[in-house]
């Protein structure tokens, strides 16, 4: 009992002193944070100039990120922050940048080019993305020039939309319907095909709603030992188009970790389908999508919003066949970027770099999400 | 009411422990009794008792004298099964048992119709189960005939006649050749239960797709897209365009919009158009201007 008394009064007293020697003497990176210093390194090198812009970036400080730059006269404070965090609500939004990498091209004694690669922290995992910079000597000092990316702005108008809306009305308590509702939307898997993989289990497939109403759907699967009893339940969670219109199909990918498709006897597919309000628009279009072959495989593209209303998040899912047509894998990239009316913007997937060679033909489909929008 | 039920159940278990004692007195029970009708018991010997009748759904208590007729009136008892029925005396209980039937005469028919949509020319695709209960909801197990119809309002009546077995009857349709809201009626007696059933346009059949210069860019348009037996597929079904050229593809999911889909591509001589909606393949179209 005193033991523990002498233990927890010995507890406070080093937590008092680490507190007070970290008030005292903090950290640099605290000192940073907290507003009452800067961790900021001298920009005597190229890649001092643009860590220190890597930092202002990561710390939010646009303000003297904006400062820092050689070509500011170019455009505003203002530009400037939107070329990072998007025009429209967008992934970028929400996101914080959760490190970076410099990386240098070219130098000389005046001008450098160096490459920065930020790690964007989004809601739905990492997002990368690059800037080649262009460094310049100024007396002492190193200035990075930001290559702006000014998005096109889409011209004051009026664009009509008359796509369907599908709204659901569910039997009320008084109707005389029985045990009926409105059926829930028919959904079809019309490929399933599982691999082993390095990480475990993948099983790959595709759902087509053959319905004449929208569908809410998923795809769960049960794998099942030869003795029949199950192994592992998952679903696909977000490698899917959870939005499915009439006659659309979308991929599916779901992931078992630590199983061996050896140990597989059979696999049990739950696919789930639900009644959703929804509406056709807006109508995406997939434009100069192209197979690239490895190292590096991907499939690049880019997404061309033929709607009038603002896309802030897209996410893209391809699907990869092989020359018998079989599907043999399906990945996905979200765009972090909003899709404004008529503006192309890329999208890239990667494939991995076993599979590219087999990769015949691939197909793309896009889900949309709008905030405050109809989906 | 909990309590109250306690209190008879009570009540019933002391009167059963006094079975063994003499039983100088007598009671006259109907074999069954018609659910909802009246029905008398008569008793035998003097003095006071206590009559009680239970069953699954029901329980009846009632004061009587000795030696005379306990009247019960209309809808006393209206739950179908078999009831227990005991006389405590002061000095001897008295039980026996008698059984309440469904009333003949159906009056409710449960009526279970799947799916409430599905797609037209399929055989065997809509299934209706009846149960038939009378006027008390109970069950009537005695075989009746069930007339099941299911009409279009423009193509023939589906009309089959099913027996119940154990108060259930089920029978299998086919959908038509022609989309729209059919009535599935099932009907036994004067009773009937009408259910909804739509009919939908099946898979597209023939899609077809056409190529004009429109500016810079190609102009597809699909004919009426349309189902096998000629129903119009509806709008906001999604039709998929795809342009192959040099290695480098397009692809448009557009949804069909009063009966046709139409998109505007980008114009590469050589390119290849093709035109899909779900797992159905239409024409391809090579561009050569």
Known sequence: MNNGRLFAALLGTVTVALVAIGTVWPAPSASAYSGAGSMLRSSSTPEAAVENLGDEIRGQAWEKAYASLANKAQFTEPEFVKDLTGNYPSLLTYTTLDKFEVRPLHASTDEAELELKLHWATVVGLSVSTRDLHVVRNGDRWEPEWPIVRESKVPPQVIPVNYLRWDVIYRGSGDDWGSQDVEAPHVRIVDMHPVDRAEGVVILGELLNEDVVPAYVSVSATLLSKSQSPIATEGS????????????????????????????????????????????????????EELHPAPGASLTGQLINQSGQIVN?????????DKSGQVIWVADQYVDQALSPQTPVPFEIHIPQD????????????????????? | MKARLTLVLGGLAVAIAQMSCAQDE??????TVEAGSAFSIQSTGSGKATLYIVGLGQVLKRDVQLGETAFFPAESLISAGHYLVVLAGTSS????????????????????AKPSRLPV??????????????????????????????????????????MTRNGAAWTVMDSTAQQGIDKFVARVDDVYSTRVVAQVPGDPCGLKMNAQQSGQQVRLVTDPVRDCSGNAIPDGTVVTFTEKYNGVQSTVDEPLKNGIAEVEMSAHTGATFSVASGIVMGNQIRWEK
């Not at chain 2, 309440?100 to 009056?107: F, H, I, Q, R, S």
């Open chain 1, 237 to 288: 969670f977000d490698k899917i188009d959870h939005l499915l219109l009439p006659k659309q199909v979308t991929p599916f990918l779901i992931q078992f970790h630590n199983v061996a498709l050896a140990d597989v006897g059979s696999i049990r597919m739950t696919p789930l389908s639900a009644l959703i309000p929804a509406s056709a628009d807006p109508v995406i279009e997939i434009g100069s």
């Open chain 1, 313 to 321: 998040v897209a996410h893209v899912l391809g699907t990869f066949y």
């Open chain 1, 355 to 375: 599979l590219a060679r087999s990769v015949s033909s691939q197909r793309t489909v896009v889900a949309t999400y709008s905030f405050g929008g109809s989906q």
């Open chain 2, 26 to 31: 007598q009671m006259l029970l109907p074999k």
């Open chain 2, 93 to 112: 209980t008295q039980n026996g048992s008698f059984d309440v039937l469904p009333t003949g005469k159906p009056a409710n028919l449960s009526f279970l």
């Open chain 2, 121 to 162: 020319g399929l055989r065997g695709g809509i299934t209706g189960a009846v149960y038939v209960f009378d006027d008390y909801r109970n069950l009537i197990a005695a075989p009746a005939q069930v007339s099941f119809e299911l009409s279009n309002p423009t193509g023939p009546v589906q009309k089959r006649l099913v």
